[in-house]
């Protein structure tokens, strides 16, 4: 898909994993796009429609547990932490590090949400390791 | 995308197009869909990644000017207008009547987005004709 619409157009250049991790333009997009993952998901595992928003308090527990913390400011709030992730699994999707399928298959496995986003988290640092 | 991941495999079979536009469960994934669908299009226009929700009066008034208000009951406030926008428009995508990137391209042209969603809804409307 993201190749097709050619997303990346849009896309500045980032410097660093922090400076992906701290957009607030990514972070916004990526709200919007990981409830969509997130709510695709769950219609799966429920066999009906459903729509549904990330607790915050999941994603930033995901960003401790995945090791990205520590590469944000000390005196950073949940609600930071979260945007980081969004900012994070978004600007994956964008790149073609982490295609839209890649993403709803690692979030449809297992039953608890935040180990899901910690994996998802994980897997995207690892692909992008190289490129940033 | 639709076909990669499956997703018809969760809807169930709608006797007509009222019934979807009245199903509450589609509305609610349908609004996530329509806020990424709309917000990745908003992204390409201003060349940078935006997060934006669809407002409500929006939606409305592209189901009255697209003809489908005579399709729900008299009694209906904006929000379930809103609701019936959002159900259709997932409906649609999830039945491969109307792809993503075809939702992307039509809500990317023109730079008001009343006469976007009107003419997506006519569209979809059009493309279902046949099947409900």
Known sequence: MAAKIKVSRFLKRYESLQE???DKDLAGLGDI???FVHSLALSQKLQRPKGAKV???ILAEAVKRSGLRKMLPRRIDRHAQG??????IVYAWIQEAMSFEDCLKILGEGDDPTDAFTQLLQEIEKRLGATL
């Open 55 to 57: 607790n915050n308090r």
């Open 33 to 35: 796009y990981v409830n």
């Open 83 to 88: 945007n980081a992730a969004e900012a994070l």
């Open 20 to 22: 992906v991790l701290l």
